[in-house]
């Protein structure tokens, strides 16, 4: 029994203590991976906001930007312009979202509206392997002149192992994350999009169009679903089983509540570094593989606490 | 008071709305004048709301048609309305709770900013000087609302009398030329209905918007208006001015009730 408590309570820290380095190396990952889940959850906090979807496709989305990019280099078209080409091909996307599923559907209950975004991930899975095939291709990261190898920084009397791409993936998300906060802080369509979130009959009264709003939140999650991909195609492949990333942003969500961008944010780093710490110093003790449930177990003793998440506006219904 | 009333700028002809089987305006004509500040009063259900929500395009009525400034539209748009330069308050206050009194007035400016997506997005050049221009104009009308001291707040933190002040300065910073005010001094007390009235008067006085308001207390649309509109039912039962309105049998009857 005191076999068991010493290595629950006392071993992790002694070993923490004792090997600095191995800390901030597992830090380190959770952070990367944190960020890359932070990226995820902020395509559905763009559209969660601004449309009150919650966006299942936002995931298939993050899939189907990759494997376009790398589709289209595989048939001759040079990175950069493959990339382009990506950005139009989501914005085409967002069109359509717009004028298919949503204008059709306005003022249908939330719930009609996520089953169609459903409807939306088995479209565009379908439509993905009909023109790129089923198979896991690999990210054209060479092409797109994205930084390889490591760094092996000494630190606390030992070594920290840091991927370029992982550097770069945090520096791109943390430029991306500073511009939407300044978009939506400073400028009108970022008030416009702030407008629509809080009232959509005043919105319209002062002449917002709900119709262009839309289409912008859905080529914003676009575009942070072309660099969602890259970054986490570059660290393993593009695959249909990428898919499932965004079952992971569902705990960044509900850590970081629903209708906040620094909540999306802090929540996934919590999520990465939890989830890492997590596995490193706990999983042995229960047979590894812990990560992949830790998140949901950490979402769930939150809610218990703070239902409306860290960031998230509490929700006081009038009876 | 020397205050010239011009030609009719909006006429909504034989207007008939229904939801279902719920008949909300049956051929309701009625037109206001450039200037004016014109009252619509009625009992409750009679159809008030449902029109100004023609008006502005929220609804789009069966048959009929509205014209604003001498254009003549069968269906509008809220977008339209709002470009073609009409404003409006609600009944039941509809602000952006979650931002400040500074930036719901900048909405109300959306319609005037021009610089484009690529701009706004790097916050760059034309946005940013657009920015500062239209931050002035909100400025003016923060003063004349007199809520300098909230500029900063938001809104959902303030008490219910200023924040149909600040809808109503929302509605001013689009420099509207017609301004439909739905019950803008429902729920108020006393002084924050005289403060009300005062803006209300001013905004047609000095900026010489015209304004169409639906309101309860009668004394208020009394003193206020220059031609009053009485919907029952969803029809018209009378129109003209307060004094002859508030003669009318049918007006009376209406608020009353009446033997059959």
Redesign the interface.
């Known amino acids: 029994m005191t076999q068991l408590l010493y290595s629950i309570f006392v071993d992790p820290f002694v070993q923490m203590g004792t090997a600095p380095d191995l800390l901030a190396q597992t830090l380190w990952e959770g952070l990367v991976s944190g960020v890359l889940y932070a990226l995820i959850a902020l395509g559905f906090v763009l559209i969660f906001k601004a449309s009150g979807v919650f966006n299942f496709a936002q995931g298939i989305m993050v899939v189907f930007s990759a494997l376009t990019l790398v589709g289209l280099n595989e048939h001759g078209v040079p990175a950069y312009l493959a990339l382009a080409l990506t950005v139009v091909v989501m914005l085409v996307l967002a069109f359509a979202v717009e004028r298919v599923i949503l204008r059709p559907l306005v003022n249908q209950p939330d719930i009609i509206l996520f089953m169609a975004t459903f409807g939306l991930t088995y479209f565009l899975i379908g439509l993905g392997e009909l023109i790129f095939g089923g198979d896991p291709k690999v990210m054209i990261s060479d092409q797109l002149r994205l930084p390889g190898g490591s760094y092996r920084i000494p630190m606390l009397g030992g070594y920290v192992q840091m991927q370029k791409i992982d550097i770069a993936a945090t520096v791109i998300a943390s430029l991306m994350v500073a511009a939407l906060a300044v978009m939506f802080n400073r400028t009108r369509i970022g008030r416009a999009l702030r407008a629509v979130a809080d009232s959509h009959k005043a919105a319209l009264s002062v002449g917002i169009s709900l119709e262009q709003i839309w289409v912008i939140v859905w080529f914003a999650a676009g575009v942070v679903a072309i660099a969602t991909g890259i970054m986490w195609g570059a660290r393993s492949n593009v695959s249909f089983a990428l898919e499932i990333i965004a079952l992971k942003a569902l705990p960044v969500l509900i850590l970081g509540g629903f209708t906040s961008i620094p909540g999306a944010i802090i929540g996934g780093i919590i999520i990465g570094v939890g989830e890492k710490i997590g596995e490193f110093y706990w999983g042995p003790l229960l047979g590894s593989g812990i990560e992949s449930w830790l998140a949901y177990v950490i979402a769930l003793v939150f809610l218990l606490f703070r239902p409306q998440g860290l960031f998230g506006e509490r929700i006081i219904e009038r009876l | 008071m020397g205050k010239t009333v011009g030609a009719p700028i909006l006429e909504v002809e034989g207007v008939s709305l229904s939801f279902g089987g719920v008949v909300a305006l049956q051929a309701v004509s009625f037109d206001v004048r450039e200037h004016e500040i014109r009252a619509i009063i009625g009992p409750n259900g009679a159809g008030k709301s449902s029109l100004l929500n023609v008006i ?1 395009g ?1 609804y789009h009525p069966q048959q009929g048609s509205v014209s604003f400034k001498s254009r003549r539209r069968r269906r509008v748009d ?2 339209e309305a ?2 073609a330069g009409i ?2 308050t ?1 009944q039941n206050i ?6 400040t009194v500074l ?1 719901n007035l ?3 400016r ?2 005037k ?1 021009t ?1 484009n ?1 690529l701009e ?2 790097l ?1 760059w050049g034309a ?1 940013r000087r ?2 500062l221009e239209h931050r002035a104009k909100v400025e003016e009308v923060i003063d004349f609302l007199e809520i300098q001291h909230i500029r900063k707040t938001p809104v959902g933190r303030l008490p219910y009398g200023l924040q149909k002040r600040v809808e109503l300065g ?2 001013l910073a ?1 420099e509207p030329q017609l301004l439909l005010l739905d019950e803008p001094m429902a729920g108020m007390n006393l002084e924050e209905k005289q403060d009300m009235c005062r803006f209300i008067l001013d905004v047609n006085d000095q900026f010489g918007t015209t304004i169409v308001l639906i309101e309860h207390d009668m004394s208020v649309v009394m003193d206020l208006s220059d031609r009053v509109a009485v919907l029952d039912y969803g029809r018209k039962i009378a129109d003209g001015a307060p004094d002859e309105v508030r003669r009318d049998q049918a007006v009376i009857d209406a608020y009353l009730g009446v033997a059959h």
Do not use: I, K
């Open positions: 502005n929220f809220p977008h709002a470009q404003a409006r609600f509809a602000l952006f709770r979650g931002m930036d900048m909405t109300g959306t319609l900013m610089s997506f706004q997005a916050y946005a657009e920015e929302r509605a689009a």
